[in-house]
């Protein structure tokens, strides 16, 4: 039941990630943070990397992993969450929004942070999300950019990213992620593109 209200994309679990195929994924560190003690002293976790080397996987099997012991989890891609952020604020009903979609799970997953620039006022609403998950709830956050270009997303707003970053920074554990995409190396292997030098 708590599986299915964390609305994820797809059921994804830790015994289904390749490490092998992810060699920078810090397999002993992701196992200890899968006894979800993160979750229970509020702090973070934010995986950082390329498109393709197992960011949404970890995030998700994290996410069902906590399910799994029984707590509530939200699962939400960045354009989602403004795409509800925003309706909320249209219908005059943000502040009951965030307290019950933002502060009510033990766990909140916010996935593909980067991938679109956000406007100023969106930029705004992001913040006050993790504005109101400091210390009060643990969020797991994936990202194809590093911390030094998340200006860029926010608007240019450099006061906005560092008060941002400050706050999720302050508890987190950082799992930088390098290498090839999985998916583009499965199609290589599989001839659907060339190989290249």
Same mark, same amino acid.
């Given at each position: 039941m708590l599986t299915k209200l964390a609305s994820f994309p797809a059921v994804k679990t830790l015994e289904a990630f390749d490490f092998d195929a992810a060699p920078s994924a810090p397999k002993a560190r992701i196992q200890e943070l899968a006894g979800m003690a993160f979750v229970e002293r509020k702090e973070n976790v934010i995986f950082l990397g390329p498109? /393709? !080397?197992?960011?949404?996987? *970890? %995030?998700?099997a994290l996410g069902? $992993? %906590? !399910?799994?012991? /029984?707590y509530k989890?939200?699962?939400l891609t960045a354009a @989602? *969450?403004?795409l509800q952020l925003e309706k909320a604020r249209r219908e005059g009903r943000l502040d009951q929004y965030l307290k019950r979609g933002i502060l009510g799970p033990s766990l909140l997953i916010l996935d593909e942070i980067g991938y679109l620039p956000l406007k100023?006022?969106?930029s705004d609403l992001f913040f006050q999300v993790i504005a109101k998950r400091y210390e009060q709830g643990s969020v797991i956050? !994936?990202?194809? *950019?590093?911390?030094? @270009?998340?200006?860029d997303t926010f608007d240019g707003n450099a006061a906005l990213t560092s008060a941002m970053l400050d706050r999720l920074l302050h508890h987190a554990h950082v799992i930088q992620l390098r290498g090839e995409s999985y $998916? *583009? $190396?499965? %199609? $290589?292997?599989s001839g659907l593109? /060339?190989?290249g030098n």
């Amino acid at each position: 039941m708590l599986t299915k209200l964390a609305s994820f994309p797809a059921v994804k679990t830790l015994e289904a990630f390749d490490f092998d195929a992810a060699p920078s994924a810090p397999k002993a560190r992701i196992q200890e943070l899968a006894g979800m003690a993160f979750v229970e002293r509020k702090e973070n976790v934010i995986f950082l990397g390329p498109s /393709g !080397t197992g960011k949404s996987h *970890l %995030a998700t099997a994290l996410g069902v $992993r %906590a !399910t799994e012991k /029984g707590y509530k989890v939200r699962f939400l891609t960045a354009a @989602d *969450l403004m795409l509800q952020l925003e309706k909320a604020r249209r219908e005059g009903r943000l502040d009951q929004y965030l307290k019950r979609g933002i502060l009510g799970p033990s766990l909140l997953i916010l996935d593909e942070i980067g991938y679109l620039p956000l406007k100023k006022d969106q930029s705004d609403l992001f913040f006050q999300v993790i504005a109101k998950r400091y210390e009060q709830g643990s969020v797991i956050l !994936t990202s194809n *950019l590093s911390f030094g @270009d998340w200006e860029d997303t926010f608007d240019g707003n450099a006061a906005l990213t560092s008060a941002m970053l400050d706050r999720l920074l302050h508890h987190a554990h950082v799992i930088q992620l390098r290498g090839e995409s999985y $998916r *583009l $190396r499965q %199609a $290589r292997q599989s001839g659907l593109i /060339g190989g290249g030098n």
